[in-house]
Structure formats: C-alpha cells, structure tokens
C-alpha cells in the first residue's frame, strides 16, 4: 500500500515562511516525478511547484522566486520551501506523486492534504 503523507502546513503571518514535507512510502520501485498543488476554496486545484527524478523544476508564475521545490531521492520524499507569504498563498496543499509500483507504468498518488494559512 503507497501513501504520500504531508506536514508542516499552519497559520504564519505575512512575510514569514514555512516548509511542507511530503514522503511516499510502501512498495516504491521508481519515482518520476513529484509535486506539490494547492486548493483555495472555491477555486480549483493548481500546480504549484513539480521536480522531476533527475533534478527539473517548474513553478507556478505566482511563487517565482518565493518557492523552492526539492528532493531527496534516498527517502522517497519532496519539500517545498515557501519564503515571503502571502494571504493568496492560503490554501489546502497536496503532494502528488507519479509512482512506479510494481508492472513499469506511472501511475499517480495524492496526499491528504495539509492546510497553510497565511494571516495576521
């Protein structure tokens, strides 16, 4: 059984930073990809961070410069960094996961869900 679990979601004021974790765990034979999307509500989810296995990073225009994804290959496991928070950045934020478990074809995982509030 694979899961994606998540922390280090909470309420920050603006400016201040948090980092998220996200480690995947189970009967893990590759690991193609990882990201992080955010859902505000009433708004659909978003892409806003991915790395790939060999290192490449895209990022949503609205955390240019403010965000940092990254992995650890050896722990199965993405962080994102966020720097310079906004009140716009409040929203539930989900790991995902494209997973090799077992027959050679990528297949996607989600987190939970872990909630960033950004508040005064």
């Known amino acids: 059984q694979v899961q994606l679990v998540e922390s280090g979601g909470g309420l920050v004021q603006p400016g201040g930073s948090l980092r998220l974790s996200c480690a995947a765990s189970?009967?893990?034979?590759?690991?193609?990809?990882m990201a992080w999307y955010r859902q505000a509500p009433g708004q659909q989810r978003e892409l806003v961070a991915g790395?790939?296995?060999?290192?490449?990073?895209n990022y949503a225009d609205s955390v240019k410069g403010r965000f940092t994804i990254s992995r650890d290959n050896a722990k199965n496991t993405v962080y994102l960094q966020m720097n310079s928070l906004k009140p716009e950045d409040t929203a539930l934020y989900y790991c995902?996961?494209?997973?090799?478990?077992?027959?050679?074809?990528?297949?996607?995982?989600w987190g939970q869900g872990t909630q960033v509030t950004v508040s005064s």
């Open positions: 790395i790939t296995s060999g290192g490449s990073t």
């Open positions: 995902n996961g494209v997973l090799d478990v077992g027959g050679g074809r990528p297949t996607s995982y």
């Open positions: 189970g009967s893990i034979f590759r690991v193609y990809s």
